[in-house]
């Protein structure tokens, strides 16, 4: 049965937009697992700047490698890190609004500073630094930017805890005998699902800004591994002699992020209760007496 948001979100151009473009990726990405037209990492030389065309319908770079089939290994590592980071950040800062939120006092106002500290440090100073000592890695880049917006969404997440949890529903499930942890599942998450998705977007699209732009400098994925940001460094030092090439990575990174952030806008439409209010209030005529 078809979840009851997902109509309301292809109704909206940005949710259908989003909706559309991350699907794409995403089986991009699964078919990239099983199939690309070249084998990424072959190069061919007598094939060097290939223009764009059959077989090479993207063109080659300047070591003969098809671009279309680049862009197809590196959607594998872009969905890889854009979801492995939205996983940890959504654990990390469920995991601190709780703490934040619903236990003693000087627990909650510890984690509150914690978060403020956390909070300071810019994910991609942080992921570099990691990644010179530890060196470049997807991982570091995941669970960088994993914690790092963990942080975010627990400082945008917590004092909307507190306000349902101050609700008359929610009163009134904890004296029937519901449990804090029955309460936070049943009750307060789904009441903050729309903010916590907003979110949760914004930090798998940076995730995906994160992988290109420390790949781009030599900190995230490494030379073996396909990745956008390491295909838009190789290709930007030929960007005067051949800027078509250039074009498809900056365009697949500027198009990922630009569909996140906008699903993630028709999902908060879709799932927010009071935004679906306000608008049938705005597209219901006045009557005039």
Do not use: C, K
Request: glycine share 8%; hydrophobic share 55%.
């Amino acid at each position: 049965m078809m979840p009851g948001w997902l109509p309301r979100l292809w109704r909206t151009s940005t949710g259908r937009f989003g909706l559309i473009v991350v699907a794409i990726i995403a089986v991009t990405a699964l078919v990239a697992l099983l199939w690309t037209p070249f084998d990424p990492q072959e190069s061919d030389v007598r094939n060097r700047w290939a223009v764009p065309g059959w077989p090479h319908l993207l063109g080659t770079d300047d070591t003969g490698r098809d671009i279309l089939s680049l862009l197809m290994a590196g959607a594998r590592t872009t969905v890889f890190v854009s979801v492995g980071a939205g996983i940890i950040a959504t654990l990390v800062g469920i995991a601190l609004a709780a703490l934040g939120a619903l236990t003693a006092r000087w627990l909650r106002e510890t984690v509150a500073v914690l978060v403020d500290i956390l909070i300071a440090f810019p994910v991609l100073i942080i992921a570099m630094m990691i990644s010179s000592v530890w060196g470049g890695s997807l991982w570091v880049v995941i669970w960088s930017v994993g914690i790092g917006f963990g942080v975010n969404i627990a400082r945008v997440t917590r004092p909307e805890l507190r306000r349902v949890q101050q609700s008359d529903f929610v009163l009134a499930a904890r004296a029937s005998g519901l449990t804090t942890s029955q309460s936070l599942v049943r009750h307060l998450l789904p009441n903050v699902a729309p903010v916590f998705i907003v979110q949760l977007s914004w930090s798998m699209a940076v995730a995906v800004l994160a992988e290109a732009g420390l790949s781009y400098l030599g900190f995230g994925a490494s030379v073996t591994e396909p990745s956008w940001g390491l295909l838009l460094a190789d290709l930007q030092r030929y960007i005067g002699v051949h800027p078509l090439s250039v074009i498809w990575p900056g365009l697949a990174i500027t198009l990922t992020v630009l569909a996140l952030n906008l699903l993630g806008d028709g999902l908060r439409e879709a799932t927010d209760p009071t935004l679906r209010h306000r608008a049938a209030e705005i597209h219901t005529p006045a009557v005039v007496a």
